[in-house]
């Protein structure tokens, strides 16, 4: 969604504190260049890869991540070739992951520019509706996470508002 989560992430595995922790960046153009489709072509099959990739993640005790199960249900509703019936199925089965982050971190796009890498969607248009499901799923799921945090600002007072919240024997997610 452009808003600075694998510059975060990079930025945050630099650290001592966060020196044995596993990272996992965004891997979209990876999966793309394997047929995978994207963003509002993706299809069921995609977006359950990537599910799993989210399912793997959380089997790792000390994480740093820029993606959640969260965003993977957010480009699942908002993909044309899914029908509704089934991204609400899928909806209802990956929230299920979502009690097992100990923090997640949501960054809001506002304000900040969208970075065409190649692979994501630059439509303003489309990432308001990434945010806005997003922010949905947040509400519809706030009884499942366990710790929400909102960050701002830069970069660097991003990890500060981390380091603040965060006790480092926990995953970080993003």
Request: hydrophobic content about 40%; some cysteine; glycine content about 4%.
């Amino acid at each position: 969604m452009s808003v600075g989560k694998t510059t975060l992430v990079n930025e945050l595995k630099k650290l001592p504190e966060f020196a044995n922790y596993k990272v996992a960046t965004e891997r979209s153009q990876y999966l793309r260049d394997l047929g995978i489709p994207l963003n509002t072509d993706s299809t069921i099959k995609g977006q359950t890869i990537f599910l799993a990739e989210r399912a793997a993640e959380l089997m790792n005790e000390d994480i740093l991540t820029d993606r959640t199960v969260i965003d993977v249900m957010a480009f699942t509703e908002l993909a044309k070739s899914i029908p509704i019936y089934k991204a609400d199925a899928f909806e209802d089965y990956a929230s299920h992951f979502i009690s097992e982050y100990d923090y997640i971190f949501y960054i809001s796009p506002k304000d900040i520019d969208i970075e065409d890498n190649g692979v994501r969607e630059i439509d303003e248009g489309y990432r308001e509706a990434v945010d806005f499901s997003i922010i949905r799923l947040l509400d519809t799921y706030n009884y499942k996470i366990k710790n929400l945090i909102k960050l701002e600002g830069s970069t660097e007072k991003r990890i500060q508002q981390i380091l603040e919240c965060i006790t480092m024997s926990a995953p970080v997610y993003l």
